[in-house]
């Protein structure tokens, strides 16, 4: 059974630093991705990473501020690191995973996590 689980979100002021993790059960995906989503709002694609750790690939809202990495020596994870947030960057975020080569469609995706919750204050 495929699992991810999200971790490392929290409360912080604009300008702040978050780093996310998501650890996975083993499974071999051709991609991973972070999504989040706002109350009110649908689900937006924020970065995604194909398996190896390479190409990793953006959403303009969080290009230059945002790096989507895998931990080499803790295969099974990969993080998130969020810096010069903003409250618009507020909102629940997921890990999901595909055996798709895919960017940052959510519907590509079939995996998903139970999300973690990233609150940024002005």
């Known amino acids: 059974m495929v699992q991810l689980m999200e971790s490392g979100g929290g409360s912080v002021q604009a300008g702040g630093s978050l780093t996310l993790s998501c650890a996975d059960s083993g499974y071999t995906y051709t991609t991973i991705g972070w999504f989040r989503q706002a109350p009110g709002k649908e689900r937006e694609g924020v970065a995604r990473l194909y398996y190896g750790g390479v190409a990793p690939y953006y959403a303009d809202s969080v290009k230059g501020r945002f790096t989507i990495s895998r931990d080499n020596n803790a295969k099974n994870t990969v993080y998130l690191q969020m810096s010069s947030l903003k409250p618009e960057d507020t909102g629940m975020y997921y890990c999901?995973?595909?055996?798709?080569?895919?960017?940052?469609?959510?519907?590509?995706?079939?995996?998903w996590g139970q999300g973690t919750q990233v609150t940024v204050s002005s």
């Open positions: 999901a995973a595909t055996e798709k080569w895919a960017d940052l469609d959510a519907t590509d995706y079939r995996y």
